[in-house]
């Protein structure tokens, strides 16, 4: 099967860019898009019938707030995966955060994970979800579940993740903090597998500033991951980034796992 995520940066906007004949071109099995911003009624109608002729669609925008983060995962029906909206947690799920996809014991966990935000706002809300999340994925390993967590995880784990580590100490994205309880999700048995293949190689970022030309210099992060089981590893066939793909400003991820 092959998984697919990416922050689109509102799916309307993103449609007149060429997503679906992306979308046609690489014929993900299962696809987690983030920040859709808008509501599955607001997207053109033949669009949505496209999409709902080969894949099953859920669709999981914020209530809180219209236009503001949302989650979406599309996956082909002839795959037979179950989708459930949320953690169970009010506070994140009203945010359309992160969608549940299960297939017997393989368990995709997808979406958008919250930005500690500029004055670093939100930064004990999103340690707190890093928390609840955490606990979530141990009750799931304890259960003997395999799990594929994707998303934009809005933490760049290590120095090696960004251009410039040491102008963004206090940065959203890597303070000390989310750079910690992103290590929650490790010690709950997950992977961050395109790293541990690429061990000590630099500028596989996902995420560029709009300014300053930085996607032309590379300067960027690397805060779009897929983490998976410990005891999938021997399954994944291959992890990517796709720079390529300009019509966001990030890319889309990508893993390949042996079904």
């Known amino acids: 099967m092959r998984f697919y995520s990416w922050n689109v940066n509102g799916f309307r906007a993103v449609l007149k860019k060429g997503f679906m004949e992306w979308l046609e071109a690489t014929d993900p099995d299962v696809l987690n898009l983030q920040e859709v911003r808008c509501e599955w009624e607001e997207v053109d109608l033949a669009v949505r019938r496209e999409l709902e002729s ?19 995962t599309l996956s082909r029906k002839e795959l037979g995966f179950k989708h459930t909206k949320g953690l169970g947690f009010p506070d994140y799920d009203g945010e359309g955060r992160l969608i549940v996809s299960t297939r017997g014991k393989l368990a995709f966990i997808a979406g958008y994970f919250p930005n500690a935000s500029q004055g670093l706002v939100r930064l004990p809300f999103k340690r707190q979800f890093a928390r609840d999340l955490a606990g979530i994925l141990k009750a799931r390993h304890r259960k003997k579940e395999q799990i594929v967590l994707a998303g ?82 021997e399954q994944v066939r291959g992890a990517a980034i796709h720079p390529e793909v300009m019509a966001s400003d990030h890319c889309p991820i990508s893993l390949d796992l042996a079904d």
Request: net charge neutral; charged share 25%; aromatic share 12%.
């Open 54 to 72: 080969a894949y099953e669609v859920c669709w999981f925008p914020s209530t809180v707030k219209k236009g503001y983060a949302g989650s979406a």
């Open 152 to 233: 934009d995880m809005n933490v760049a784990p290590e120095e090696i993740d960004l251009a410039r580590p040491k102008d963004n100490v206090q940065s959203p994205g890597f303070t000390p903090e989310e750079r910690e309880d992103f290590k929650l999700y490790l010690g709950a048995g997950m992977v961050d597998i395109l790293r541990e293949r690429n061990p000590g190689v630099p500028g596989l970022y996902t995420w560029w500033s709009q300014r300053g030309g930085a996607r032309a210099k590379n300067v960027g992060w690397r805060i779009d991951l897929f983490l998976v089981s410990a005891t999938l590893r």
